[in-house]
């Protein structure tokens, strides 16, 4: 069955008008091959989860949709909106409306959370001095618009980010990328290291971000939490799809949750 669900990924992805399609990606880290003729498809306003264990090639199918070097995509097509977005740059695909959200977080420490948020204005208003001004669908969230996402944040907004907990500096990350004009927020393991009932609060916040329109692609190893979300599934294994469907089918898919994801 997983072979069949891997066969119609890899149609799906080439047909039809998709919000971001993977076509055939091989992608490599130096010699290493990581991604092996990798496809699949986002819909607009969908929450999509990418799923498989560690070293699957789960982020660096991120990586490579984002722009990032390395990894280096030396086969297949990437288009965003119907535009091929293989080999531009991050800065590029970040204007067209892309963020990413990576798994290391990256806040600033030493700033206050109010702090990090003002330096989202700032990348989005020199974006638009250097002439990457593009309309979005869903243009950047204002601070107070952030804060009814993470109330938590506000009240933390003049706390140094370093001093903050794992799970208020993942929803301080997450923040960040949606004063950004987004039309696709993508993020890597956003649950890792979190506790049962922080897991719980980003589930809720990213649950509201996608109500309101903004399409997801979610990474993570938490495929319980991730299906709890999301509409969509693919796992990968080895850097190729093995499976795709809606999350229902992964649920009731037994034998691939078992051999692939280990639950």
Not at 67 to 81: M, S, W, Y
Not at 146 to 169: I, M
Not at 211 to 221: F, K, P, R, S
Request: proline share 3%; with cysteine.
């Amino acid at each position: 069955m997983a072979a069949t669900h891997a066969a119609a990924a890899t149609e799906a992805a080439v047909e039809g008008d998709h919000l971001l399609s993977v076509e055939g990606v091989d992608a490599y880290y130096g010699q290493s091959h990581i991604l092996r003729d990798l496809s699949l498809h986002v819909e607009e306003g969908e929450v999509c989860t990418l799923l498989g264990r560690n070293g699957a090639g789960k982020t660096t199918t991120l990586r490579s949709i984002a722009g990032a070097r390395p990894p280096e995509v030396r086969e297949g097509t990437i288009r965003f909106k119907d535009e091929d977005i293989t080999d531009r740059s991050t800065e590029d695909v970040s204007s067209l409306g892309i963020s990413l959200v990576p798994e290391e977080r990256r806040v600033f420490p030493n700033l206050t959370v109010e702090e990090n948020l003002h330096l989202s204005d700032v990348a989005r208003n020199w974006s638009n001095v250097v002439g990457r001004d593009v309309s979005m669908d869903h243009p950047g969230m204002s601070t107070e618009e952030v804060y009814e996402v993470f109330p938590r944040l506000k009240e933390r907004a003049s706390q140094k980010a370093g001093t903050l907990s794992g799970g208020e500096q993942q929803m301080l990350a997450i923040a960040r990328a949606l004063k950004q004009d987004t039309d696709l927020l993508m993020l890597d393991e956003p649950y890792e290291g979190l506790a049962p009932q922080i897991i719980r609060t980003v589930e809720d916040a990213i649950q509201r971000i996608a109500d309101a329109g903004t399409t997801i692609l979610l990474v993570e190893q938490n495929a319980v939490a991730a299906m709890n979300i999301a509409d969509r599934a693919y796992v990968i294994d080895q850097g190729s799809v093995v499976f795709a469907g809606d999350s229902e089918e992964l649920r009731a898919d037994e034998s691939t949750r078992e051999r692939y994801l280990g639950v």
